[in-house]
């Protein structure tokens, strides 16, 4: 694997636990994973798509390149259909260790 995707999978990963940390201020992660989708979707269709993940997250403060947010969305795109379910953002975000370590920061 090139430097350059191995470098994407790793700050995909970062933004994974960027992302999933937020769920603290909220009682649960459906909870949380719902207002992500209502701030994410803004065409209301009921899915994320590519550019709606990367306004998202740059919404959040969590800023990324083409090939970063690329590598995240292979991550949350669980049936690769190029846009996200409610359910595919739950799957893995409540899998995702929120701990950062101090090389991620």
Do not use: C, P, W
């Not at 970062?14 to 992500?36: T, W």
């Not at 009921?46 to 919404?59: I, M, W, Y």
């Amino acid at each position: 694997m090139s430097d350059i995707l191995a470098h994407a999978r790793e700050a995909a990963d970062i933004a994974l636990k960027k992302l999933a940390a937020g769920a603290e201020d909220y009682n649960s992660m459906r909870e949380y994973v719902s207002v992500l989708m209502r701030n994410f979707d803004y065409d209301n269709d009921g899915v994320v798509t590519f550019r709606e993940l990367a306004d998202g997250v740059k919404k959040m403060n969590i800023f990324m390149t083409v090939k970063e947010r690329q590598a995240l969305m292979k991550q949350l795109d669980l049936d690769a259909n190029g846009s996200l379910s409610t359910e595919e953002l739950y799957q893995v975000l409540s899998k995702v260790d929120t701990r950062l370590s101090k090389a991620e920061i």
